[in-house]
């Protein structure tokens, strides 16, 4: 379908489907004196999904009112169909619930940057501003659409609907540089649509590439969020923050560019092409398995960051005349690179607890020859979960997928499934320890610190199938318990059980 733009109101009949709850407010507008328009996202969404063939019902909807005389009208013309929140009207939105959908209802207005960064504007709410005006002070011209449900037109003033049918994302106007979170939007944009962006908004991204530092975490956080939500296209995310020279501003995504990795394993390139491919097969996973929102996030982010500890630890060395790449060590390496960055861009600490383990744990499959044995599955187990505040073996086993896939084509097979399998086998959660405090009691240890020491002593051999009840955590207990100074250290680790492997690390103290 090839889209005309040529003026800048064009029919477009029955563009989007209108809930009876959209219909009311609309009404209600124009029998006050207003002219509504949809704006913004809804009307994108609706054109996107005419050009695949589909329709799309109303959703998220922001109306924009044009010749209503100022807020008020509009506050009387909304309530009675439900509640009004007014407190967005010094910014010339009012909201409304109606029926249970929420609408964001704004007159026209202007904004004067006032100083650097998005902090000091000037809002001037200005209900007889011209369209062509109020729609350039949006940030993309696929953005700056409307739709009149009364007359069925497309409003597109700035060539919008042709952008997006070639995938182009161009800013408006040179308002665009008055707000630099634009440019991460346009890096979550590209991410989510797989647009291309206009050379000119390059251009003027990269001179305003200073300007990031003014931004808040929360609105940095914000756009980061959707695209580890809703992107699909990681890599092209990537692009534009390189191809804006934004990447700057995050270190540990920059210092991959270029980080050579051993054509074998990684016949894709760099570290940082191998980032964006594996967070592209995180999000297909994602997709494909249904993940929630918290799930999502985790594996998107987690694939981003997986290999950043890279740069850190890369060497190369000659085999039998042929030079070879090694990251040995990148997966710790990569844990406070990448708790740095997630910290930089807002996200929270959980967040974090999810994300970190993962990266940390990635590689861990590379340790089993074969099979992995039931006690190295338990203990990845126990890891991830930290607590209670990590990740699950299923996500670790998703990241390990994403990572095997990401590489430009399947160099082998992912390991995952194997661990999986044993994980099912044995329990895919960790296990509350056997040995409880009331026995250590019972045997004549004194309260204190020293009791936590024992306790881990206790699940490290229970998790290796020294024993699987409650007798025999006891027993065990009994077995391991000599003078007063602590446990036994052995000369040799040959043979040993894992709990004497333990000890001789740990030695704990009665």
Do not use: C
């Given at each position: 379908?090839?889209l005309?733009?040529?003026?800048?109101?064009?029919?477009?009949?029955?563009?989007?489907?209108?809930?009876?709850?959209?219909e009311?407010?609309?009404?209600?507008?124009?029998?006050?004196?207003?002219?509504?328009?949809?704006?913004?996202?809804?009307?994108?969404?609706?054109?996107?999904?005419?050009?695949?063939?589909?329709?799309?019902?109303?959703?998220?909807?922001?109306?924009?009112?044009?010749?209503?005389?100022?807020?008020?009208?509009?506050?009387?013309?909304?309530?009675?169909?439900?509640?009004?929140?007014?407190?967005?009207?010094?910014?010339?939105?009012v909201?409304?619930?109606v029926?249970?959908?929420?609408?964001?209802?704004?007159?026209?207005r202007?904004?004067?940057?006032?100083?650097?960064?998005?902090?000091?504007?000037?809002?001037?709410?200005?209900p007889?501003?011209?369209?062509?005006?109020?729609?350039?002070?949006?940030?993309?011209?696929?953005?700056?659409?409307?739709?009149?449900?009364?007359?069925?037109?497309?409003?597109?003033?700035?060539g919008?609907?042709?952008?997006?049918?070639?995938?182009?994302?161009?800013?408006?106007?040179?308002?665009?540089?008055?707000?630099?979170?634009?440019?991460?939007?346009?890096?979550?944009?590209?991410?989510?649509?797989?647009?291309?962006?206009?050379?000119?908004?390059?251009?003027?991204?990269?001179?305003?590439?200073d300007e990031?530092q003014?931004?808040?975490?929360?609105?940095?956080?914000?756009?980061?969020?959707k695209?580890?939500?809703?992107?699909?296209?990681?890599?092209?995310?990537?692009?534009?923050?390189?191809?804006?020279?934004?990447?700057?501003?995050?270190?540990?995504l920059?210092?991959?560019?270029?980080?050579?990795?051993?054509?074998?394993?990684?016949?894709?390139?760099?570290?940082?092409?191998h980032?964006?491919?594996?967070?592209?097969?995180?999000?297909?996973?994602?997709?494909?398995?249904g993940?929630?929102?918290?799930?999502?996030?985790?594996?998107?982010?987690?694939a981003?960051?997986?290999?950043?500890?890279?740069?850190?630890t890369?060497?190369?060395h000659?085999?039998?005349?042929q030079?070879?790449i090694?990251?040995?060590?990148?997966?710790r390496a990569?844990?406070?690179?990448?708790?740095?960055?997630?910290s930089?861009?807002?996200?929270s600490?959980?967040?974090a607890?999810?994300?970190?383990?993962?990266?940390d744990?990635?590689?861990?499959?590379?340790?089993?020859?074969?099979p992995?044995?039931?006690?190295?599955?338990?203990?990845?187990?126990?890891?991830?979960?930290?607590?209670?505040?990590?990740?699950?073996?299923?996500?670790?086993?998703?990241?390990?997928?994403?990572?095997?896939?990401?590489?430009?084509?399947?160099?082998?097979?992912?390991p995952?499934?194997?661990?999986?399998?044993?994980?099912e086998?044995?329990?895919?959660?960790?296990?509350?320890?056997?040995?409880?405090?009331?026995?250590?009691?019972?045997?004549?240890?004194?309260?204190?610190?020293?009791?936590?020491?024992v306790?881990?002593?206790?699940?490290?051999?229970?998790?290796?199938?020294?024993?699987?009840?409650?007798?025999?955590?006891?027993?065990?207990l009994k077995?391991?318990?000599?003078?007063?100074?602590?446990?036994?250290?052995?000369?040799?680790?040959?043979?040993?059980?894992?709990t004497?492997?333990?000890?001789?690390?740990?030695?704990?103290?009665?």
């Amino acid at each position: 379908m090839t889209l005309n733009t040529s003026n800048s109101r064009t029919p477009a009949p029955d563009l989007i489907q209108l809930t009876p709850a959209t219909e009311q407010v609309l009404e209600a507008i124009i029998n006050s004196g207003g002219r509504p328009l949809i704006v913004g996202g809804s009307v994108r969404d609706a054109l996107l999904a005419r050009l695949n063939g589909e329709t799309v019902d109303s959703k998220d909807i922001d109306i924009e009112v044009y010749g209503a005389a100022g807020h008020q009208q509009l506050i009387d013309a909304l309530s009675p169909l439900g509640h009004v929140d007014e407190r967005g009207v010094s910014f010339g939105v009012v909201s409304a619930t109606v029926d249970g959908e929420d609408f964001d209802i704004s007159l026209p207005r202007q904004e004067s940057s006032t100083g650097s960064g998005h902090h000091s504007f000037d809002i001037n709410v200005d209900p007889g501003l011209d369209e062509l005006t109020a729609f350039g002070r949006r940030d993309f011209t696929l953005n700056a659409l409307g739709w009149d449900a009364a007359t069925g037109e497309l409003v597109d003033h700035y060539g919008g609907r042709q952008d997006l049918e070639n995938g182009i994302l161009r800013h408006t106007t040179e308002v665009f540089a008055e707000d630099p979170l634009r440019v991460l939007r346009a890096m979550q944009f590209v991410g989510r649509f797989g647009f291309t962006v206009a050379p000119e908004t390059v251009e003027l991204a990269r001179s305003i590439a200073d300007e990031y530092q003014h931004l808040s975490t929360e609105r940095v956080w914000g756009e980061w969020k959707k695209l580890a939500l809703r992107g699909s296209d990681l890599t092209g995310a990537l692009g534009v923050l390189r191809d804006t020279d934004w990447i700057r501003h995050y270190p540990a995504l920059k210092d991959t560019i270029g980080n050579a990795q051993d054509g074998h394993w990684h016949p894709e390139g760099d570290v940082f092409t191998h980032l964006g491919l594996a967070a592209d097969q995180a999000a297909q996973r994602a997709d494909a398995d249904g993940l929630d929102t918290t799930e999502r996030t985790t594996l998107v982010l987690a694939a981003l960051l997986h290999d950043v500890g890279k740069p850190e630890t890369t060497d190369s060395h000659t085999i039998d005349g042929q030079t070879r790449i090694t990251s040995r060590g990148h997966a710790r390496a990569g844990v406070s690179i990448a708790a740095k960055f997630l910290s930089d861009i807002g996200a929270s600490q959980a967040v974090a607890d999810k994300v970190l383990p993962l990266i940390d744990e990635h590689m861990s499959h590379a340790t089993a020859d074969g099979p992995p044995s039931a006690h190295a599955v338990r203990k990845l187990i126990r890891r991830l979960d930290n607590g209670g505040t990590g990740p699950t073996i299923y996500e670790w086993a998703r990241l390990v997928d994403a990572d095997i896939s990401g590489r430009g084509g399947h160099v082998k097979a992912s390991p995952s499934a194997a661990w999986i399998a044993v994980a099912e086998y044995v329990g895919p959660e960790p296990r509350k320890s056997l040995l409880l405090g009331s026995h250590l009691a019972d045997r004549g240890y004194s309260p204190g610190p020293g009791w936590a020491s024992v306790i881990a002593a206790a699940v490290e051999a229970q998790d290796a199938g020294e024993f699987d009840d409650e007798a025999g955590a006891v027993a065990w207990l009994k077995l391991h318990r000599l003078a007063p100074v602590g446990f036994p250290s052995r000369p040799s680790n040959k043979n040993r059980s894992a709990t004497e492997r333990w000890l001789a690390a740990n030695r704990p103290q009665r």
